[in-house]
């Protein structure tokens, strides 16, 4: 599996599954329990998208036309 999107932020990490699986690729989000300790307050503990590698070129350029569509950047 390759990692191809992370961050604390809860819209950006819903923007960014919801526009992989319009794209018919399947992301699995980890850390997602881990990053929640201390109400969030550990900022380098960071959800993290991941895909499979078949799909990390597609996911990627997906990922970065949405955000360049929604006017946001894709870091933090």
Do not use: H
């Not at 932020?9 to 960014?16: I, N």
């Not at 919801?18 to 307050?41: C, F, K």
């Not at 991941?50 to 929604?70: G, K, N, S």
């Amino acid at each position: 599996m390759k990692q191809v999107f992370k961050t604390n932020d809860p819209v950006k990490l819903s923007f960014a599954e919801s526009v992989l699986r319009d794209a018919g690729i399947e992301p699995a989000v980890l850390d997602e329990n881990t990053s929640s300790l201390y109400g969030g307050g550990l900022p380098f503990i960071q959800r993290r998208i991941m895909v499979v590698d078949e799909d990390e070129r597609a996911a990627l350029a997906a990922l970065q036309a949405a955000f360049e569509d929604a006017g946001q950047s894709m870091k933090d």
